[in-house]
Structures are given as C-alpha cells and as structure tokens.
C-alpha cells in the first residue's frame, strides 16, 4: 500500500519512491572514496523528500529545514574541517527550522510539565547533549568547541519543540535525529581512527537520520 492518494505512479509516491532508492544507493556506497556520484545520491535522498513536502503541500518551514539537511548532506559527503563546518551550519539552520515549525505547530513547553512522559523524554535529551557536549569539548580543537556547543543547542531545541506536538511520527523522528547525531560526533571525535565500531556506526547514522527525516516529514504531511 502506498503512503499516498494513487499508485507507484502517482507523483507523490514515485517521488518517495526515488528518495529511498536514492538512500539505499548512498547506503552501498558509504565506505568507498568520495565521489560526486555519492554525493548526489546523499543529497538526493532527503532533497527529494523536500520535494514531496512542496509538492504536497506541506508547511514552507518544513521544505526549508528539509532543503537544508540536503545542503548539509552534500557538505558532509566530502572530506575536511571546511566541508564540516559548512555541514554543521547547514543542519544548524535546518534545526532552527525545524524549532520555528514545531513550536508554530505544537501546544507549548506547558505541555512537557501536564505529561510526564514528555517531559522524561526532555530530560533523558537534556542529559544526553550535557554528556556529549562534555565529552566532545576535551576531544575537538578550539575552534570547533564554540560552533559545536551551538549546534547541540539547537539539536536539542528541536527535540524539545518536537516534543510539544502532537504527532509521534515528528517526537520519534526527533529522537531518532538526534540519536543518529549522537552516532556522528561519536565516531568522527571519539573513536580512534581505526576503531572497528567506525563502519558500523556509519551505516548506523545515515539509517537513523534518514528514517528521522521521512518520519518528519510523514508527520506533517496529509496521506
């Protein structure tokens, strides 16, 4: 069955359809060298999920923090501290993104206080991005301390806000999103170079953070 109105025909499903061939393309090719033909394929997948939320009419905000994970995805699908750094600004934005939409969309901070199970869930979030950020500030440079402190923030923001709504496919894409950044930090900063957890761990974060971004996306979007 087709999450949309149609068949595998119809606009909206053959556009999803693309997005996880695109993702499985970008998943078999993960361990190899970089190339732009990865790199196309990484962006793809999530920029065509931007383009199914335009095209069905899903919120701006929504297109626009999926655009910029896209922008993010083709940063961090090549080498260096540059690509980093333009990958972190890009999901950076895209989180901020993300906060406006939740919050516009949800029923307030209020709502972590009136249901315990949200706000057990902030706390375990809060705790998780106290210890990561810990952990991260004694292994990174000092130039990356200040940009890095300021992404987890924002990650955290939005699993807040996320946490405010009333979809479960928006809070569990949010947890999902920032479990898999989780992931990244740990084997990009933490892990020794040639740890055997690193291959694993990166098949592990693009599965976690493209399910986070379809469950998202799925989340505002009308089937």
Known sequence: MMPFPGGIEANANATLLFSFVAAAIYAFALDMPPKWTRTAAKTLAVALLAVLAAMQGGPLLLVAALGLSAIGDAFLS????????????SFLAGHVAYVALFARSGGGLRLLGAESWRGAIALAMAAFSVVMLAALWRRVGPQLRIPIAVYVAAILAMGISALTTGSAWV??????????DGLLATERFLLAAISPQRLWMRYAVWMLYYVAQLAITLGFLPS
């Open 78 to 89: 090549r080498d260096g501290e540059k690509a980093f750094l333009g990958g972190l600004t």
């Open 171 to 180: 809070i569990a894409g949010a947890v999902l999103f920032i479990a898999s």
